[in-house]
Nanobody, 119 residues
Framework: QVQLVESGGGLVQAGGSLRLSCATS????????MGWYRQAPGKQRELVAT???????NYADSVKGRFAISRDNAKHTVYLQMNSLKPEDTAVYYC?????????????WGQGTQVTVSS
């Protein structure tokens, strides 16, 4: 059974930094991409950053230059370094792993970790 466990969220002042971690466990034969999404109260879940199997990254415009996604293949972990945090970054952050399935793709999700940025 595949599990994603996020950690690293918390309360931080504006301008501060946090690093989120997502540890994966279970058998994942192949991964298309890993990423981070977030959902603020009353809003839809949105993409924050993704990292493809080939190493290509994609960021939401709102976090470009401030956030960085990376992975440690040996530890089966993906990270999100968040710098210069703003109150509008406050949300629950979810780890995502997208795997290929014949004919389509399947998404695994973590349980989410709360990030709160105070002004």
């Amino acid at each position: 059974q595949v599990q994603l466990v996020e950690s690293g969220g918390g309360l931080v002042q504006a301008g501060g930094s946090l690093r989120l971690s997502c540890a994966t466990s279970g058998s994942i034969p192949s991964i298309n991409a890993m990423g981070w999404y977030r959902q603020a109260p009353g809003k839809q879940r949105e993409l924050v950053a993704t990292l493809s199997r080939g190493g290509d990254t994609n960021y939401a415009d709102s976090v470009k230059g401030r956030f960085a996604i990376s992975r440690d293949n040996a530890k089966h972990t993906v990270y999100l370094q968040m710098n210069s945090l703003k109150p509008e970054d406050t949300a629950v952050y979810y780890c995502n792993v997208r795997v290929p399935v014949p004919g389509y793709t399947y998404d695994y999700w973590g349980q989410g970790t709360q990030v709160t940025v105070s002004s």
